[in-house]
């Protein structure tokens, strides 16, 4: 496993494998390794060595670190100022089954964004510039330490979710934001999902929510405040300097009956777990990410005939279902038939936590796949940089 230390080492590392014609498998800590079709590679490399913070300007709320740093080492640093990312980004670790840690590197490339992202956006609109060694060898950068920098092409929406497949990311300056005063969640037990857009609307009119998801009686995370009869869980956050008041204000709007309010320590841990994934720790088959128009959300999870008890959770502000793979059941084709083309459905995790052979990520038409194919051929012509990590054919 080759670990430079510079961005120079790591240039020479990749062009010395163009050279010999030698594939990488490139990571970062590896937490994340299981998402993914298994990389054809006889040789990896992992950018651990190129770690440190980089420069931190809290009052222009903007952070450069290497791509190796560990997240929860940058996290810590912007804690200190009372600072975040507000994409809130996933740790899944324990859905992963994955040690190590997490590096801001493999944040930006696998692009696992949290219940904000809504509101806040995602990890591409929080990504204000990097550095980067392409498939050539090449050092190259785009972007810079402000918001509205236009020098060149913006490569930002390229890397994002590249899965290491386009260039190898040496730093990253990401845009930070100040944390919350406050954070209330209302929870509402024993609604089904019919009945989750019409319990958002009511509650949004109470003030700018920052989530809002549904668990199903199986899926309701081990977590005292939830403890008691199992229900399925509606649970909307608000977030800000009267995050509390909002809370009880939408709870009055709903009428008290089987509900409830978290404040701030509670409500955090609580959106920690679902932001992580928590409810479906020990669910086995494939876990399914599964994207698509919230008004086709309901349809497709009835479409799926779960078995009781089975963990199932919706971010529907951000129209995103995570859910174990029942037995038997043609996820896409149920996708399909619900939402037409417009859905997406990914693998996040193998049923035996390993990268699969089967199509891990949604298929892409042929004219999709013909520009991602060419995309992936400017940036690394002889295709050295995790092959077949995202399909088969680059």
């Not at 100022?81 to 493999?106: C, H, I, K």
């Not at 497949?165 to 730093?171: D, F, G, H, K, R």
């Not at 494939?286 to 008890?309: C, K, Q």
Request: charged fraction near 20%.
């Amino acid at each position: 496993m080759s670990e430079p230390l510079n961005e120079d080492e790591l240039s020479s590392l990749v062009k010395e494998a163009v050279t010999t014609g030698t594939p990488l498998e490139v990571r970062g800590g590896g937490t994340k390794r299981a998402i993914g079709r298994p990389v054809e590679a006889k040789q990896g490399m992992t950018t651990r060595g190129l770690a440190g913070i980089v420069d931190y300007d809290p009052t222009e709320l903007v952070i450069t670190a290497l791509a190796g740093t560990p997240v929860h080492e940058v996290q810590a640093a912007l804690a200190a100022r009372s600072q975040q990312f507000a994409f809130e980004p996933r740790d899944l670790r324990a859905l992963l089954g994955a040690n190590g840690d997490e590096t801001l590197g493999g944040l930006v490339c696998a692009n696992l964004s949290g219940p904000r992202r809504f509101a806040a956006g995602g990890v591409r609109d929080h990504l204000l510039g990097f550095r980067a060694v392409s498939g050539r060898g090449e050092i190259f950068k785009s972007g810079g330490r402000v918001v509205k920098n236009v020098t060149g092409y913006d490569l930002s929406k390229l890397v994002v979710g590249s899965f290491g497949t386009l260039a190898i990311l040496s730093e990253v300056t990401l845009r930070v934001t100040p944390r919350p005063a406050e954070t209330g969640t209302l929870i509402v037990s024993g609604r089904e999902i019919d009945r989750f857009a019409a319990t958002l609307d009511v509650a949004s009119g109470a003030g700018a929510l920052t989530g809002g998801a549904y668990l199903t009686a199986g899926a309701r995370v081990d977590f005292p405040h939830l403890a008691g009869t199992r229900q399925a869980t509606i649970a909307v956050r608000f977030e800000g300097d009267t995050a509390i008041a909002a809370a009880n204000a939408a709870r009055k709007r709903l009428g008290p009956a089987d509900t409830d309010v978290l404040e701030t320590d509670a409500s955090t841990e609580l959106w920690a777990a679902i932001r992580d994934l928590a409810p479906l720790l020990g669910s086995d088959g494939n876990i399914w990410r599964v994207s698509l128009r919230r008004t086709a959300i309901a349809a497709f999870v009835e479409s799926l005939d779960l078995p009781e008890g089975a963990p199932l959770m919706v971010d529907w502000v951000g129209g995103q279902i995570w859910f174990a793979e029942p037995q038997g059941i043609d996820v896409r084709a149920r996708l399909h038939a619900a939402a037409g083309p417009d859905g997406h459905a990914t693998v996040i995790r193998a049923a035996d936590h390993r990268p699969t052979e089967t199509s891990v990520f949604h298929p892409q038409s042929p004219a999709v796949a013909a520009l991602s194919r060419r995309i992936k051929h400017h940036f690394d012509p002889k295709g050295i940089l995790n092959p077949g990590r995202l399909y088969a054919d680059y």
